[in-house]
């Protein structure tokens, strides 16, 4: 029997709705619920409540997510949904991309503060490898975050070509201070005449 209205087509998104609802101390237990949750990037609908896109690249977060509040002797309830008319569909599909649209737009603010920090490293002068392998790493983080997300953004938010190009100035930027930081540290010291 189909959901959709009257002379409407069944939308084609299928969404899986949890709910869940882990026991109240400790708290612990609802907050690692919460964090696999978000980490995934589940949309929260309400207390307890929480929607992803049914596809495979969300099932493993939703799987570690039931594991953890039935370890925890909590219950969980799993619903497959889709909008009961197209305009439903469309604005559910809305809600999830607007979040999606929110991480791009606080990894984009993370690429500006990788590049203020090479930049003030440069402006010091500090071309120590200590201070090179600290900033591959953060580049590393930065790269990690950027497939986490384009993993989550199976509709394409419109920020998500930005943070691409964003994550290729970070790696160019980071190759420019490696090169300061290999140049200063072959650098023959002049001795005193």
Aim: with cysteine.
């Amino acid at each position: 029997m189909s959901t959709a209205e009257p002379g409407t087509t069944e939308p084609d998104i299928r969404w899986l709705v949890l709910v869940v609802k882990p026991p109240a101390e400790p708290s612990r237990h609802r907050v690692a619920v919460w964090r696999e949750l978000r980490k995934v990037g589940a949309l929260s609908l309400g207390q307890g409540v929480w929607a992803v896109p049914d596809m495979p690249a969300f099932a493993d977060g939703i799987a570690r997510a039931i594991a953890l509040t039935e370890q925890a002797e909590g219950q969980t309830i799993a619903l497959n949904a889709s909008g009961r008319s197209p305009r439903d569909a469309a604005r559910f599909q809305a809600l999830f991309t607007a979040a999606r649209s929110a991480d791009w737009t606080e990894f984009l603010a993370d690429c500006g503060t990788f590049e203020q920090e090479l930049a003030k490293e440069i402006r010091k002068q500090k071309f120590t490898l200590a201070e090179l392998e600290e900033e591959e790493q953060s580049l590393e983080r930065l790269r990690r975050r950027h497939r986490d997300l384009t993993t989550r953004d199976v509709f394409g938010a419109p920020e998500a070509s930005e943070a691409g190009e964003r994550l290729k100035q970070c790696t160019a930027a980071c190759e420019d201070y490696a090169e300061r930081v290999l140049a200063a540290l072959h650098q023959i010291p002049e001795r005193d005449q």
